[in-house]
């Protein structure tokens, strides 16, 4: 093709994406030139990216030669000097970045819900906590994902995202607060602090994280404590050793469910504009250092049915466009999956948006990495240090996974097989950061460590849904080697129970070895705080329901490693354990029902080893619920006596895993919970 050359004495501007192509030499004289090629290149097979000779300490905190001008043909090189570009940090201004954070059940999804609504983002809100979309988070109303959505207001973009409030799924705060720039803390007016409220906080103050602090449910008049409370929080940020800049945080009044915020107590509830606007005012704009090429960490996963995986974080630094190369760094600096992006993902809302360009920043997601997981680097291919990710409380409980093998394995599920189980759990991994899996020692069995009985109960769950079979063993701590010596984990532990219940609560937490903190009269209620190892509490949450009828309110947070104290197990009850097979008759049971508490009813399958109640002695027995009554050719004038049988007690998935001792496992099927005596250990 035809070429020109136009000798240049000072700047030099070229058109990076145009079809045709601009490069940049030295000449012989010593001056820059400009080649111009006619021609139109793919810009994809052809090119490459180039990068500027720009050596400097930057966020990945080391020495980095960033180098970012357009792109340029196979074969050809730039050499610019790094004065052409500024490598000082400036601020994003047209976007905010903050996450809700919140202990459970103070209104977090409500919330959002509400800022959505007002905000104009969703016209009409279809069901109450619409941003909880995962089918388990409707059935238990509670927050399991982290989730990210978007609002525009005042022509700001605000990035917000609906964390966990639970302390089982407190990895899922941790990785999202590595996005933001600010946090909403939301604490509920009468029950004020609570033990996941200073976990999450406490995460965010160490993350330099500016606090919006917001009492909400303040509809509730009768019952308000708001000077007390806010005394609390005061307190706790002094504890949690906060910034200067972080102590000065603005105090807000707000009904999640009514739909109002107001700044001042005296001030008449209208709408949430006075929260949005502390988003604006407070909430500190994203910094971003021009010149650098594109860099993302990866803080959580997506999928689309038509274009893959979506990879989702905040645009560290630079530019990306579609059709832009890309590759993945694992947190060692491997390059572990190289692409170039389809689709760049961005949430109005609850729709989803397709871009054609994003900025340093803003909160995206891309398309064209399978391989790339959560806490993985996207970045322009000539980026080769990983993003540093936080690192994350360690797991406190672990379970064994098995593969079912007791005589009705296979015949209600579709998935039971050894490597399928492994190949499910490494899956999940990608994406549930907080979640260990490890090899067992012996046979085929997986070391599955996680937060708590509840997070673990959910992945059982949904691989129980995805049709799996398998067999867990009881739960296990996790303990740790500390300078040569054993340290178990130890957790704080909150108790909410009406007054006439807290002496016998006291009284058992004491015979668990717990540490007795502290006792206050808090809305009618007695809030008890103890210090306790992690393995006494396996089984507490539903003792506790069961001896003050439901009404207690129990919460656990991590709080450090101790020396592993003695023997602490309370005592437990035998186990009636079937010892035939067949199916379990009314007549047998109702002559086992007096023998203890019945966990079948009858039709029920059964085969020996299962265990079928638990008996109201301290050992195992041995019975056979399939036994019919004998019939004859005899006949009596007196109507037989009909049996009824007590209701069985039934276990939900966390309540059977607690349950569950050490000789025994837990059979899980798509469609039963059956408790079995261990192959090894069966009596």
Known sequence: GRRREVRMQSTLLFRPHHTSCYSVRPTPTGRKSVQFVSRPVDRVSRGYRTDLNITQKNIFGSNVTGRQTSFIPSGIQTTLPASCYSTDATENKAIRNIAIIAHVDHGKTTMVDQMLKQSGSVAQLTSERVMDSNQLEKERGITILSKITSFNWKGTRVNLVDTPGHGDFGGEVERVLSMVEGVILLVDATEGVMAQTKFVLSKALAAGLKPIVVLNKM???EILRVTEVEGEIFDLFMALEAKDEQMTYPTLYAAGRAGWCIADQKDKPVNMEPLFDTILEQVPPPKVIPGLPFSMLVTTLDTDPYIGKIVIGKVRSGSIKVNDPIHALSLDGK????????????????????????????IIGVAGLEKATVTSTISNPQITTPIKASPLDPPVLSIRMFVNNSPLAGKEGSHSTFPTIKRRLEKEIETNV???????????????????????????????????????????????????????????????????YSSSILEKMTMRKAEFQDMRQIAGKTRLQFLCPSRILVGLRSELMTQTRGTAVFNHLFHSYAPFKTD??????????????GTCTLYSLGMLEPRGVLFVEPQTKVYPGMVIG??????DLEVNPTKAKALSNMRTTSKEEQVRLIPPRTFSLEEAIAYVRGDQLLEITPQSIRIRMSPNKKK
Do not use: C, Y
């Not at 949904?462 to 500390?482: D, T």
């Open 614 to 619: 638990e008996h109201s002695r301290d050992n």
């Open 434 to 500: 907080s979640i260990t899996v490890q090899q067992a020692e012996s046979g085929e069995a997986l070391t599955v460590s996680g937060r708590g009985e509840l997070q673990l109960g959910v992945l059982i769950e949904n691989m129980r849904r995805e049709g799996f079979e398998i067999s867990v063993s009881p739960p296990e701590v996790v303990f740790k080697e500390i300078d040569g010596k054993k340290h178990e984990p130890v957790e704080e532990v909150t108790i909410d129970v009406d007054s006439e």
């Open 568 to 581: 602490i197990s309370p005592p437990r009850k035998g186990s009636l354990i079937s010892m035939a097979t």
């Open 335 to 362: 390059v572990t999956d190289v692409g170039k992006v389809i689709k760049i993902q961005s949430r109005q809302g609850l729709e989803k948006a397709w871009l054609d360009e994003a900025h340093a920043g803003d």
């Open 219 to 221: 509809d509730r008049k």
